[in-house]
């Protein structure tokens, strides 16, 4: 059965990486593979002889990895069904429904799932669950402004919806892949607020009953703390699996001290309260025994035991939204409690794939998430490295002996104490060392002070502030809280201690992002390395880290360089790679819009293995290009500022606030060169002025070979005619970033014949409100033949020039990663 399901989940796991979804040619051969595993396999138990060959595990690998990719197959397929015609994109609906899970409320308005139950469009498949945002257009300080919306409430709301098209760049996690894992078939905001209605009639079920709850549960650990508690959000996640108070400086020091995952409600922590239910269970039942003698002889303790803890541990991984470890924990405590009633003695690893099974047989996509992987594998390198260390023990029992006399009991306790702290360490060890790789692979890098702050976070999370947090869960008032102030006050020395941790300057390990061949290698050498003492050539498993932590490199040769126009949604990011440089050409929109600086940029740096800018060039100064500045400065080192904005600017503010001691205006005339590669400001003459801020845009033209670049921020033809006449040999470049968008106040004709250019980019954001670009500019390009690459649509775009004349070749990232679900 164990092969089975990991068989199974090789299946799930190709699936998800296809670019298009099995056609009638491929359901009819998987059919048709099915129909001869399972024809071998009567055969093999009817003529054992004939069939002598066909081994029986190979069938039934085949035929689970089969089952496993038509399964997901099927699931995507009904999924994708529940789509928004593209016809009622950005249109006018009036949906009625349920607000689902816990909706988020800040100054900047709301954020909320919302499961439609009905619509005016009367589409017979509209999408069954919509994530929405209320704009808040008033001041901040307006309480009015949002409506005080509480989970499981019924709205009729007004809405304009897009279908489920998110960014894509490399080295930066998948939102439409973690909008189909939940379900969300489209996103909008609610269009006309004054005609929000919010409807009496309650929600029923289940799920609006936990989602109730846990709207409760956060308000009253919210007024319990206040907004004084610095670590109110870390016993919110802890409590209802709530993440959305953790605070930016919380989240970097869990962050960088790699205890990020003692802040989800983990499968640590659903398995102590299923524990801690199962023990209080029997006891109580147990102490029963006079009073209903009958009932607990007819349903033994242990099997009591065995539902309270399954029921508690439901429970609590539901109120941590079921996220993939909480899944996880719960369906081995299913399968674990399931074998014993049954009486049979099962091996902890076939319960771990037996929940590997339902947890796939539930979530298909689950795959898609660092949780499934980094859970799984925690679970499966503890049982690897146990299994080699209880051998190496049981050897040394067998050949050791014991002191005689009184010294005996004394020596017993202290060797089973020894053996204890042996393991610990040493199931630390292991999961440090085997969840290094995947770590790498999701978050470019490791953390080093990952051990040391695990040694003590683990055990105080799991039994002091764990336990502290569900009490004060159960607990009535005011018990509860002065629990949730107790669990506070535990909090704060082992944040202080892991905030030394996150000081330490070589705690954390920056790493590029491995591609699928270095990953596995890597993986091979943790299973090798962990094996018993003895194994062959354990000693040299460390080699097939190499490739990870000492990547070949991949920078262009001395005279070339790569620019990559980053997919931002509507704004710009472009980013330019020498032999040794690096510049960054604005940094996309920030926390008053996308929040794409923080999301996409510097996770795009961190993927390339970047930590230190050379350069940052803020074009102008509008927040689609400026505002996710200062998370690129939290993510690396910016040794200078080029910055078209004007004296003053609150931008230059930010520079000076993190250190960045180089601060220069952009003017037409500087110049510099890097590895080969020349650079040059043709705009603004004389720096920044006051006026129109698209005007003053910095244009950096990047010369390499017979191969030139043009980045031209938001120009508008005022700049671009001016341009003409003061240089116009100086425009020519054979990849032109398009300026400001494809607007239709730029791209005027005689700057397209000065450029001239082979390709131009237009770096937009899906269906946005400004019309960008305008049709009348997209034809003005066409007109000349030649591709015009568009972000929403490709992604990032990619450009490697080389040296002297061996010209340019670009690609884009949708066709070269395409997955199923994109544009669909």
Partial sequence: MRG??????????????????????????????????????????????????????????????????????????????????????????????????????????????????????????????????????????VPAAVPDFRAAQRWQFVVRLKRPHAEANPGVRDTEAAWLAAGIRAIGYVSAPSRAVLIDARASGWRASVDRLRDILRARIAAVHGDDARHRGIVAALAIGDQSAIGDDDWRVLRDTGTSHLVAISGLHVGLVGALAGALASAVW???????????????????????ALAAAGGYAALAGFNVPAQRAWWMIAAGGVAYLAGRSVPTSA?????????????????LSAGFWLSFGAVAVILLSVAGWRAVREHEADTGGEPPGAMRRLHVWAMRALHRLADAARVQYAVTIGLAPLTAAWFAQISLSGPLGNAFAIPWVSFVVTPTVLAGLVLPAPLDAAMLRLAHASLEPMMALLARLAAWPAGVMWLRMPDASVLVLACVGVVWMLMPRGWPLRWAAPLTWLPLVAPAPDAPPVGAFRLTVLDVGQGTSVLVETARRTLLFDAGPGAESTHAGQRIVAPSLRARGIRTLDTLVLSHADSDHTGGAPAIYGAVDVRQLLAGIPAGHARWRDAQAAGVTDRVPCAAGQRWRWDGVDFTVLWPPGGPRAGPSNRQSCVL???????SALLTGDIDAYAERRLVDTMHDALAAQILVVPHHGSRTSSVEPFLDSVGPRVAVFPVGYRNHFGHPHRTVVARYAARGIPLPRTDRDGAVRFDVGPAERGFGFARYRDERRRYWMDR
Wanted: charged residues 20%; positive net charge.
């Fill in 286 to 308: 147990r102490r029963l025994h006079r009073r209903a003698r009958a009932a607990t002889l007819a349903v033994p303790a242990p099997y009591v035991a065995a539902l309270a």
């Fill in 701 to 707: 033209r990047i010369d390499a070979g017979a191969t």
């Fill in 4 to 141: 089975w399901w990991m068989a199974f989940a090789l299946g799930v796991v190709v699936l998800q990486r296809q670019a298009a979804l099995p056609g009638p040619r491929m359901w009819a051969a998987g059919a048709a593979v099915l129909a001869v595993c399972a024809a071998l396999y009567l055969a093999r138990r009817r003529w054992p002889r004939c069939a002598k060959g066909v081994p029986g595990w190979a069938l039934c690998a085949v035929a689970a990895c089969v089952s496993g990719f038509g399964y997901a197959a099927a699931r995507a397929e009904w999924r994708l069904r529940d789509v928004l015609p593209v016809e009622w994109e950005r249109r006018d609906i009036v949906v009625t429904g349920v607000i689902r899970g816990l909706p988020i409320v800040d100054e900047t308005g709301a954020r909320l799932l919302f499961a439609v139950e009905s619509n005016d469009a009367r589409l017979a498949r509209f999408p069954p669950l919509i994530r929405l945002s209320w704009r808040n257009d008033r001041a901040p300080a």
């Fill in 351 to 367: 319960v771990l794939c037996a929940a590997l099974g339902g947890v796939l047989l539930a979530d298909p996509w689950a795959v």
